[in-house]
């Protein structure tokens, strides 16, 4: 039991298959207290079909990570809930498709603010929302992808948003860390997702992925999970400011 006596926020779960929901349940499997986030009424009824999966009944809050009195509300409510919060998983991505079917030099001033925004920004306000919180201190988990680093084809923007992510991460983890705050990214191979199918040729990725990466497959959505909780966990208590990769050796390959 890992996370027993932990309360933990997870961001982003949309579905059963989302990368978020493999996280939140890892960390219930270890008996972590979660909160759920959404964004409406539609998110809202898609983890209402799923959250019966959980050891214990999460507490739901809506938030709108771009809007500054929406966190407010949904950390009011976990901090009364709760009382503190040792954990915060980050899994919060947008990019309009037209900004990631055409070229990056083509990118609309207004989709890349947006991508920005959404994808980055609110990275550090979900943070600045936790950090009263976390109390004793605590770990934040933001989920990135290796087209921060490297020309992903239709990625563009997005690739952009997540560099940021990962500036954000190390100049988070510099400022936090003398509270006790843990901050590191957390960077999966492709996986089959909601998100994922707005990705013009996800199946060519994911093949080209398997064939190339050192353990010659793809990873799956509970690996990805269990590394989240491992950097929720005390067991990385001596990790932070880090970019963790599960893509099963992709990165390391010289292909």
Known sequence: MLMQN?????????????????????????GARL??????????????????????????????????????AAFAAIGQEFGRLDGLVHSIAFAKREDLEGRYTD????????????????????VRGAEPLMTE???????????SERVIPHY?????AKAALEAGVRYLAGELGAKGIRVNGLSAGPIKTLAARGIRDFAS??????????????????????TALFLSSDLSSGITGEVIYVDGGYRIMGM
């Open 137 to 147: 201190g605590g770990s934040v988990v933001a989920m990135t992808y290796l087209g």
């Open 35 to 72: 909160a759920l986030s959404y964004l409406g009424e539609r998110e809202k009824e898609g983890i209402d079909k799923i959250v019966d999966q959980l050891q214990q009944p999460p507490l739901l809050v809506p938030c709108d990570a771009t809007n500054d009195e929406s966190v407010a």
């Open 107 to 126: 990118t609309s001033r207004d989709g890349y603010h947006l991508a920005l925004e959404v994808s980055a920004y609110t990275l550090n306000i979900l």
């Open 205 to 226: 990725m994911l093949k080209i992925h398997e064939e190339r990466a050192a353990l010659r497959r793809n990873v799956n959505v509970e690996e990805v999970g269990n």
């Open 6 to 30: 932990k309360f933990c926020l997870v961001t982003g779960v949309a579905n059963h298959r989302s990368i978020a929901w493999a996280i939140a349940q890892s960390l219930d499997r270890e």
């Open 156 to 160: 563009n923007v997005m690739g952009v």
